[in-house]
């Protein structure tokens, strides 16, 4: 199909769903109308490797914040953001900023550095979060080329009151408060949160904290109205604020400069929405949602209490979208959408005061078709037109066959793509207060030649040759696995997947200062692929206690760097006799920040009368290289592996340990709403202050909720 003809195709599809589906007589309005988000509504009969986290689940954790909940989930994995004071979420291999992050379906904007800090986000009301593993471009366009995470929230149906508090031995505390009131013509939630921790100081002589103090609130409504004729309209909103509190010793030459000051960060997200229904699975989705997230930074001379250092960033989000979804036959169903993103990002970053801006316009289709009873096949298409980088295709086709209502076998196919965003072109960002520079391809020779001028380069690691423009990243996938559930056994699930790349963007180390301050750049790596295998088993060792078992290999490697092994170009500098030796295919280890080996154990038990719950967790992450990461702490440095300067990491070179986490929690609910628990989080203390400063130590947690059941509950028919 010519692309030109994809929109019209789609409108047509849209408006004769629409128009057959009103021949027939509306059904009567129900006291309400239970309507899945797009992801559930999207993603819930895909073939594809998904993951489903209940509250259940978060509840057993003991976990406020969705970064807590993530760093136990099999397959994925915690990575830090360039400054090193955020987190991301690493998946199938690739870096934080190819997965999306949503919110009932919505996406949370705010990659400042291209990883989305996940800290932020809490976990008060939400029921469940999806995890789908593998590229959903066809649904989602360029930033799911990883995968999609996705938080859906709780649906007001009983009035109730509910309080809940955290304590640690860490110095953070959390408490919440949420209302859900239900009625015969409405139903309305509001909830709000607030978090604070006092810091992480892993070296208590030098001025300042590893993990600055902060304090943040959120506060986050839904309001449903059930209208006649099969139809609701409803309205979302949220808004989120964070104080951070910082003290950094900046070290320049042979000076150091105390600074203090703080920044704030600030959110707000509303979207509204109507939803009609039909006979026959038919409904129409019209939705808008707007975002706008924004950052300052201000930081002040200890001596003369004089300017250091500022900093700006406001990110604007707007997303209009009509979806309609049909089934003109018993065994398929067909699902359309149009829709456009307008964008803009102001910032100080990017050394000028422009607004930068970029809309795209889309497009996408799926078909669901059980083509007979043990069959399930799942196609779909997303067509992108960008005012920045043109047009885009990307297809999906995926399948389930079941041999038996306990042995399936799933596979799936897709094409992932992701743009360059203005950060990674025009970025021109020194933080003096954290010791590091990045600069976006196209500004970073003229910043190096500018800086080398003024004799302020010790070394250079990349020749302006080297340093080209972006280009658009691109992925093709495959998955397929094995699910098998035994009646005594247990369930077992295997699955293999694998990802080539093409252009994949990575963080470059370009140059290093006479200040002994590390400058970043973004560089192409031509072709990269990352493959791996999980494996996960699941049974209930008998009513009380259930058994988790979970391990993921992954290898995740530059393809360029392959060919250089293979024709004998890549080589290695002993550090200490400065020899040069070969190295071979066995001893090129990978990309950086991946583990090979990864996995976890869990144990939880729930007592008969439903009034105990327990759990044991424990955590394993394997060895990895690092990419130097400046900013960890004021003015500090995470040190690369790479020892023998070959900008790779191979077997000779200085790895992070492998390391384990064992979680502890036990749980009392009393019947007059009351539930009392208690954690025990690194139990082992396990610490790593030089690569990774972030890792807290053993903590001790106190969770206790309270909550009031009102008289009314909502029929659900």
Known sequence: MNCGNLLPFLILLLSNCLWSQNLSD??????????AT?????????????????SK????????????????????QLVPQINGLGTGIQLHGLNADYTLIMMDGEPVVGRMTGTLELGRISMQGIKKIEVVKGPTSSLYGSEALGGVINLISSRPVEKELKFSARGSSLSQYYASALWNHVAKKYQFSLQADAFSHSGLDNEPELYGKTISPFQNATLRGKLIIPLK??????LTARAFIEKQNSQHQVVQFTDSIQVYGAAYVKEFAVYPQYMKKWKFGTDLFIRCYATQYQTETELFQNKDNQIYYQDQFTQQYLKPELQSSCRYFKQQVWTAGTGSILENVNTSRYGDANIRSQNTYYAFIQHDWNLFSRLNIVSGLRYDLNTVYGSQLNPKLSSIYRFNP??????????GFKSPDFRQLYLNFRNNAAGYSVFGTEVVVEQLNTLEKQGLIKERYMSDQLIQSLDPESSYAWQAGIDYKHPALGSFAIHAYRNDLKGLIETKIVALTTAQQ???SYSNIKRAFTQGIEFNYNKDLNPQFHLQLNYHFLLAKDKDVLDKIKNKQLYGRDPVSKESYLIHSNEYFGLAERSRHSGSIKI????????????????LRGQYGSAATAGAVGGTTIPSSDRNGNQVIDNFDQFVSSYGLLHLSLAHSFNNGLRIQGNVENLFNQRDFVNIPTLTGRAFIVNIQYQLKLKSKLQIN
């Open 229 to 234: 004729h099969e139809s609701e309209f409803s």
């Open 38 to 54: 797009r992801t559930e509504r999207l993603l819930s009969s895909l073939p594809m490797q998904t993951q489903f986290i209940k």
């Open 604 to 619: 939880n038990y729930e007592s008969l009368q439903k009034n105990w719950d327990a759990s044991v967790r424990y955590i």
């Open 406 to 415: 306990n042995l399936s076998l799933k596979a799936s196919f897709g094409r």
């Open 518 to 520: 590390y400058i970043y």
């Open 57 to 76: 689940e978060i509840q057993q954790i003991g976990s406020n914040r969705l970064t807590e909940v993530l760093a136990e989930q099999p397959g994925l």
């Open 26 to 35: 509306s059904l009567q309005l129900n006291e309400v109308i239970v309507t």
